[in-house]
Every structure is written in structure tokens, then in C-alpha cells.
Nanobody, 125 residues
Framework: QVQLVESGGGLVQAGGSLRLSCAAS????????MGWFRQAPGKEREFVAG????????GYADSVKGRFTISRDNSKATVYLQMNSLKPEDTAVYYC??????????????????WGQGTQVTVSS
């Protein structure tokens, strides 16, 4: 049974940093691309960042490029999202996602079948 458990969210002032973690289980982590999506109140879920199974390739939404960094530790079955220079518009629930083995980074929610429960990130101005 696939499980994705996010942690690390919280309240931070604009300009601050947070690191989200997602602990994965129930599948062979090193074979699957991982991603982060977010959903702000009243808005649709949007792609934030993705990383391939080996970590050799990453992708980012334009809104977070240069500020956020996705990484993974296959030995710990964990994916991370380092968020720097946070802005109030980054406030959202952040979700960890995965799908099937050896799939590329994809940017639409319907392409991912497994989702974590989400962690709240709130950035105050």
C-alpha cells in the first residue's frame, strides 16, 4: 500500500525558508519520479516541482524557479522541497505525489494516482 507522509509545514514570515519532507513507503522508491503540488484556498491544485527516479532531472513551476529546490534521498525513501525567499502567495497546502515506475515528471494533477495528506504552509507578510 502506497503511503506518502508530508511534514515540515508551518507559519513563516515573508522572505523566510521552510523544508518540506515526504516519507514514502509501499513501493520501490528508487524507481519512481516524485513531485510536489500545492493548493491555495479557492484555487486549483498546481504543480510546484518534480524529480525523476534517479534524481538526475528536475522540473519547476515558473513561479518557484530559483527559490525552491527539490531533492531526494533514495536510501531514506524521502523527497524534500527546500523553499527559500517565501512569499505570501506561496501560502497553500503542499502535497507529495507519485505515480508509476519510470514515468517522467508530469505537471497535471490527474496524472498522479498517489497523494499524501498534505501539509499547510502559511507565509505572512
Amino acid at each position: 500500500q502506497v503511503q506518502l507522509v508530508e511534514s515540515g509545514g508551518g507559519l513563516v514570515q515573508a522572505g523566510g525558508s521552510l523544508r518540506l519532507s515526504c516519507a514514502a513507503s509501499g513501493f520501490t522508491f528508487s524507481r519512481q519520479s516524485m513531485g510536489w503540488f500545492r493548493q491555495a484556498p479557492g484555487k486549483e491544485r498546481e504543480f510546484v516541482a518534480g524529480i525523476t527516479w534517479s534524481g538526475g532531472s528536475t522540473g519547476y513551476a515558473d513561479s518557484v524557479k530559483g527559490r525552491f529546490t527539490i531533492s531526494r534521498d533514495n536510501s531514506k525513501a524521502t523527497v524534500y522541497l527546500q523553499m527559500n525567499s517565501l512569499k505570501p502567495e506561496d501560502t497553500a497546502v503542499y502535497y507529495c505525489v507519485t505515480d508509476s515506475p519510470y514515468t517522467p515528471i508530469r505537471t497535471t494533477p490527474r496524472e498522479y494516482q498517489y497523494w499524501g495528506q498534505g501539509t499547510q504552509v502559511t507565509v505572512s507578510s
